[in-house]
């Protein structure tokens, strides 16, 4: 494999309030996607909320730092996300494939449409209300905000040109 040039102005090191600040988006996405698909419950367990929780922990929270991250130029590092420090815990350098990875991260694409298709379902089911209505207004609103954070991100990566996930190409 040939090595590949970094981006000289890319930050070393991203700010922890950076960090700080887009993990709590995606954590606040998560959490209304959660309570948005809470009233599809079996036997009184919701069933659909904690099959979303689970899979974000198994693939965001797991495969796709075993992929992505433990190949990463921040591996060890704080990243926009942290997620280099994150990893580098529990997963040793090059752990993963990154060309795994790559198709793995269609999972960010498959996770909003989770708790939208779980409250179309609410809602069909006969649980319409208000309050499950603006909980996923305010879910799309905050996808699109992080849609637009990403490359903010991806913009002062020193992998920015040659990151195949790289949102400012």
């Known amino acids: 494999m040939t090595e590949q040039k970094l981006y000289e102005e890319g930050w070393e090191r991203f700010p ?8 709590l988006l995606y954590l606040v996405i998560w959490a209304i996607g959660f309570a948005v698909m809470w009233p599809l419950q079996v036997a009184g367990a919701p069933l659909a909320s904690l099959g979303y929780a689970l899979f974000i922990l ?13 190949t990463c130029y921040y591996y060890g590092k704080w990243c926009h996300l942290g997620w280099g420090k994150y990893t580098a815990i529990f997963c040793r350098r090059d752990a993963g494939n990154p060309e795994t990875g790559m198709k793995l991260a269609v999972v960010y694409m498959i996770l909003p449409l989770i708790p939208i298709v779980g409250g179309i379902a609410v809602i069909l089911l006969g649980g319409f209300s208000w309050a499950l209505l603006s909980r996923m207004g305010v879910f799309v609103v905050l996808n699109g905000v992080q ?9 002062h990566c020193k992998k920015r040109y040659i990151c ?3 949102a400012a190409k």
């Not at 198994?58 to 433990?70: A, E, P, Q």
């Not at 849609?147 to 913009?155: H, T």
């Open 58 to 70: 198994i693939t965001v929270g797991w495969l796709l730092k075993v992929h992505n991250c433990s």
């Open 164 to 166: 195949p996930g790289s």
């Open 16 to 23: 922890w309030w950076w960090i700080l600040l887009e993990n």
């Open 147 to 155: 849609l637009a954070v990403r490359p903010k991100g991806c913009a």
